[in-house]
Structure formats: structure tokens, C-alpha cells
């Protein structure tokens, strides 16, 4: 099949046009032309991810990251927009689009955690849901590490009975959190002074870490890719993996 196949299917289940304006997203290397048969999805374009996906014939990478978002002022053979340059391999990239869409990032997070009657805050990047069962917050922390396979969790004290998840980057959401109500709230990186607005504002704050709270929406989206276009092989990457650990 044709790659403007798949831009077009994927511009329909997070459309670009919803992305924030400081966004790239769409094709952003290769040609709407291109034939596919095989595609690997990934957190994150890497050049290790490029190596997997030339050693499994794949000829597109669909990512979360936009593989190329600072205008380029070099390119070495050693980066990943070289590599995919190099060896004629496209790549698809939905990021903040994916992250309000409805069965993108945040549903997925919630999904991952259990959330009950949950609700979609597309404009505020958030959704918002009840816990499967009464925690305390050192329960629902271990609890998150457990579910996302966290390497850490960092948290504020405080009740859990209305969850707020705002996966990646999304620290800034802990204020809305507070001025909508919610007691407790996820996200994937909080600034020193967002663990103090937490504590507070009494809400219950945990960072599981960007890479955790992001990658849970690869599998979901694979489903739907493959569910779609069933002539074709869709991969989830071994090589994109979390680029820290913790003791």
C-alpha cells in the first residue's frame, strides 16, 4: 500500500491540525508515495531504533516524538534524521495530537491505571477517572510503578478518589487539577515547584516518568494500525526503551 494511506488513517485518529502550534507532526521524512508493507512503532526515533527497524525491512517508523523538531542546523551520520535519510526509511510522527485524542496518550495512561468512569479534557491535556479501589497514596504509587513498569515514582501525600493523568511533560496540569477538584493527579516529569503547588493545594502528585507514562499508548496504537490495514506488518520497537534507571 501507499505511506498516504497511513498519513491519512492516522490523520483521522489524531488529527494534525489539533497538535499545538510549536508542534511537528505528519510525515516528517520520506515520500506520501512511498509503498509500505511493514512498520515499526516507537516512543522515540532513535538511531538504534532506525538500525531495528532497517534490520526488520521495515520502510516507516511511526513514533510519539517527532523525530525532527528544532530546525536542523547539521546533519551528521551519527543522528537519526541521517540514518533515515540514508536508508529510505519514513517516519510518521503524532505527538501532541496523539496526546488529546480520543484513544491516544492520556486514554491509554488511564486505561494502563485502572480508571473508572473516566473523561477526556482534550484542551487541558488531561483525563480524568476514579481509581479501581481506595488507596493510599503510597499505594497508588506502588501501584503505578507495578502497572507502567516504572523504574521510580515520586509522590505527595494526599486522598485518592478523582484521578487526573497528563502523561510526558505535563506537570503544569497539577494546577488544573486543583481548580477543577481533583484530589490526585499523574504525569510523567513535575518541577520543584509543581511538588510544592501539590502539597499545597492537597493534592496527591505522582511522576512516574516521561518515558512510562508515554509508551503505554504503542500497543493500542498498533491495534488500531493493524486492525486498518491488515495487509501490512506493524512492530512495536525492542530498541525504544526508557533511557534511565533508578535505585
Not at 532513535?46 to 523538531?69: K, R, W, Y
Not at 504509587?141 to 497528563?166: C, M, N, Q, W, Y
Amino acid at each position: 500500500m501507499k505511506l498516504n494511506e497511513l498519513i491519512e488513517f492516522a490523520d483521522k485518529i489524531a488529527p494534525f491540525d489539533t497538535a499545538e502550534e510549536w508542534d511537528n507532526v505528519g510525515l516528517l521524512v520520506g515520500s506520501p508515495s512511498m509503498e509500505i508493507d511493514r512498520a515499526l512503532l516507537a516512543l522515540d526515533i532513535t538511531p538504534a531504533v532506525v538500525e531495528e527497524a532497517l534490520d526488520l525491512g521495515a520502510q516507516l517508523i511511526i513514533s510519539h516524538h517527532p523525530v525532527i523538531f528544532s530546525p536542523l542546523s547539521a546533519l551528521r551520520p551519527d543522528t537519526a534524521e541521517y540514518l533515515l535519510a540514508k536508508h529510505d526509511i519514513a517516519a510518521l510522527c503524532l505527538h501532541t495530537d496523539l496526546d488529546r485524542a480520543e484513544g491516544g496518550v492520556n486514554t491509554a495512561l488511564g486505561n494502563a491505571l485502572g480508571l473508572k468512569n473516566a473523561v477526556l479534557y482534550p484542551e487541558d491535556f488531561l483525563l480524568v477517572g476514579e481509581p479501581e479501589t481506595p488507596c493510599t497514596a503510597q499505594g497508588f504509587a506502588a501501584f503505578i510503578k507495578e502497572r507502567l513498569d516504572a523504574p521510580s515514582v515520586r509522590f505527595t501525600e494526599g486522598k485518592i478518589t478523582r484521578v487526573a493523568v497528563s502523561s510526558g511533560g505535563g506537570g503544569e496540569g497539577v494546577e488544573l487539577a486543583a481548580k477543577y477538584g481533583f484530589d490526585a493527579f499523574v504525569t510523567g516529569e513535575m518541577k520543584h515547584h509543581q511538588y510544592l503547588y501539590a502539597v499545597q493545594h492537597g493534592i496527591a502528585a505522582f511522576d512516574a516518568g516521561h518515558f512510562p507514562t508515554e509508551d503505554v499508548v504503542i500497543a493500542p496504537l498498533r491495534e488500531q494500525f493493524s486492525a486498518r490495514f491488515p495487509e501490512a506488518e506493524f512492530i512495536i520497537s525492542q530498541a525504544s526503551v526508557c533511557p534511565y534507571r533508578a535505585v
